[in-house]
């Protein structure tokens, strides 16, 4: 019963490094989110995707590209890391239409040095 | 501007105690409402929601919220806290203008047990 599943849980990167972060669900669920967590701001919309083969742009985009690989998996990636990116980053899954709950995974924390 | 507000950032209660996490949102018409629990170290876990209907939602680890419209508020409420609810509690809006899939979450309030 594994649910959103995330990897990898934590990571150091340089300045200037790369890295994607990835995100599967095993719920069959058309949507996927991409959030950051910052302390005292809760948690902000980076990407989201509504349905395979879309993506779209949420609160904080800048810095980061996403692909919707299929129904299962999302990821995210920083092509040029820096030190403002250091947070911790949540991957979240829902169904369509009238129950947007969403199901979260146990997030990837990442540092940028 | 659209937002969601948790007015307390930390709270301290006793075992036993009963709790009331204070959440207000601004929007236009009613969103959907959302309770999450986040332990450290963990992802966030839904408490409860409320969609339509009934104003006052149950949910799990016995916490319920009551929708009251004329005040935008969505309070999270347990009569008697346990040393294992010590976490952190977000409250989320899913706007209908985000077509209901988006989330807006609050700051958060972090709440600690004392025994």
């Not at chain 1, 985009?61 to 403002?84: D, T």
């Not at chain 2, 806290?81 to 989330?103: M, Q």
Request: hydrophobic share 30%; charged share 15%.
């Amino acid at each position: 019963n594994a649910g959103v599943t995330q990897t990898p849980k934590f990571q150091v990167l340089k300045t200037g490094q790369s890295m994607t972060l990835q995100c599967a669900q095993d719920m069959n669920h058309n949507s996927m989110y991409w959030y950051r967590q910052d302390p005292g701001m809760g948690l902000r919309l980076i990407y989201y995707s509504a349905s395979e083969g879309t993506t779209d742009k949420g609160e904080v985009p800048n810095g980061y590209n996403v692909s919707r690989l299929n129904k299962r998996e999302f990821s995210l990636r920083l092509e040029s890391a820096a030190p403002s990116q250091t947070s911790v980053y949540f991957c979240a899954s829902s169904r369509e239409g009238t129950s947007p709950a969403q199901h979260f995974g146990d997030g990837t924390r990442l540092s940028i040095l | 501007a659209q937002s969601v507000t948790q007015p307390d950032i930390h709270i301290t209660v006793s075992e036993g105690a009963s709790l009331e996490l204070r959440c207000n949102y601004s929007y236009g018409a009613t969103p959907y409402l959302f309770w999450y629990v986040q332990s450290p170290g963990q992802g966030l876990q839904l408490l409860l929601k409320y969609f339509s209907g009934d104003t006052l939602v149950q949910g799990i680890k016995g916490f319920e919220a009551e929708f009251k419209r004329s005040q935008s508020s969505f309070n999270l409420r347990k009569p008697s806290v346990h040393w294992s609810d010590a976490a952190e509690y977000f409250c989320a809006v899913a706007p209908f203008s985000g077509g209901y899939n988006k989330l807006i979450f609050g700051a958060g309030t972090r709440l600690a047990v004392h025994p």
